[in-house]
């Protein structure tokens, strides 16, 4: 079983940064495929960013790239999610995945809590 948790997120103005972060505790010791997922409200829950176990390879929604930057942190299972110029439809709670493999990162097999997000304009 692998737990996830996250932090970071609150507010900000449009155009602000945040840092979200999470690690992943348990499991067996392999190093994880980690991302990050989003659901802004009245919409479905969609894919945001992801990266590979060895953090050489990023995959991103095209409505963040170029804004959002995705990076394995310097403990083992851990990522963070570096968010510049945040846009009010940026606002969502994000929640933190593991996945089995970087083509299974849109289909995640273990969930944070969530964090919220909030962008005012």
């Known amino acids: 079983q692998v737990e996830l948790v996250e932090s970071g997120g609150g507010s900000v103005q449009a155009g602000g940064s945040l840092t979200l972060s999470c690690a992943a505790l348990?499991?067996?010791?392999?190093?994880?495929?980690m991302g990050w997922f989003r659901q802004i409200p009245g919409k479905e829950r969609e894919f945001a960013a992801g990266?590979?176990?060895?953090?050489?390879?990023?995959d991103y929604v095209d409505s963040v790239k170029g804004r959002f930057t995705i990076s394995r942190g310097k403990s083992k299972n851990t990522v963070i999610l570096e968010m510049n110029n945040l846009k009010p439809e940026d606002t969502a709670v994000y929640y933190c995945?593991?996945?089995?493999?970087?083509?299974?990162?849109?289909?995640?097999?273990?969930w944070g809590q969530g964090t919220q997000v909030t962008v005012s304009s």
């Open positions: 995945i593991v996945a089995d493999s970087f083509s299974k990162l849109k289909t995640p097999v273990y």
């Open positions: 348990g499991g067996t010791g392999t190093i994880y495929v």
């Open positions: 990266i590979n176990w060895r953090g050489d390879r990023t």
